[in-house]
């Protein structure tokens, strides 16, 4: 099946630094890949939708400057967290769909990386 | 846009009893709904889904029903073990944008 491969797993760094979290598709292309963040306990919030070859859409509220999406090619999109903030703590999760055949829109999730800014 | 409610946010059943999870949807475009489950710590998996043009689905002890007209669909886990303790999510997705509207999660213990 669909595997999404998510690093890193977890990271801590210093306020007002910058992270990068990188989000691939291992065995198939991912026109487009999606980026969430979870709060404890709490949903899943979608943040953007990372288009290949293109800019992200942005959901309503999610600062574009802070979250960067890239998504240079078919397997890889990236989120960096720019200058990042104790409140930009949180679990962000990637996902991807083949977006074609059996499964087309079926979302499978990155493992997770599990961000701590002090 | 698109809403999604769901309720209860946590249940508690008796292993072997049922567990139900309930969800309503706002967007009538809406025309694919999975389910997730996600152990603590860990990245959500799909359990099952089920199209707009289908009413009901099984998969052993797993089902989801469909509601169109009401626009709400249901989880329902039979015979429910302790492994089944963990957080469903219910979601929607709507034409060929497979963009996802996640529910607020329901908390499921199974107690032993």
């Known amino acids: 099946g669909a595997v999404v491969s998510q690093h890193p797993s977890w990271v801590i760094c210093k306020s007002g630094t910058s992270v990068k979290i990188e989000c691939r598709s291992l065995d198939f292309q991912a026109t487009t890949m999606f980026w969430y963040r979870q709060f404890p306990k709490q949903s899943l919030m979608l943040m953007a939708t990372s288009n290949e070859g293109s800019k992200a859409t942005y959901e309503q509220g999610v600062e574009k400057d802070k979250f960067l999406i890239n998504h240079a090619s078919l397997t890889l999109s990236t989120l960096t967290v720019t200058s990042a903030h104790p409140e930009d703590s949180s679990f962000y999760i990637c996902?991807?769909?083949?977006?074609?055949?059996?499964?087309?829109?079926?979302?499978?999730f990155g493992a997770g990386s599990r961000l701590t800014v002090l | 846009g698109e809403n999604v409610e769901q309720h209860p946010s946590t249940l508690s059943v008796q292993e072997g009893d049922s567990a139900v999870i309930k969800c309503t949807y706002s967007d009538s475009a809406s025309n694919y709904f999975p389910w997730y489950k996600q152990e603590l710590g860990k990245r959500p998996q799909l359990i099952i889904d089920i199209r707009s043009n289908v009413g009901e689905k099984k998969d052993q002890r797993i089902a989801v029903t469909l509601n169109k007209t009401a626009k709400h669909f249901s989880l329902h886990i039979t015979e429910t073990q302790p492994e089944d303790s963990a957080v469903y999510f219910c979601?929607?997705?709507?034409?060929?944008?497979?963009?996802?509207?996640f529910g607020t999660g329901t908390r499921l213990k199974v107690l032993a």
């Open positions: 979601a929607a997705s709507w034409g060929g944008t497979y963009k996802y509207i």
């Open positions: 996902s991807a769909t083949p977006g074609q055949g059996t499964g087309a829109n079926v979302l499978t």
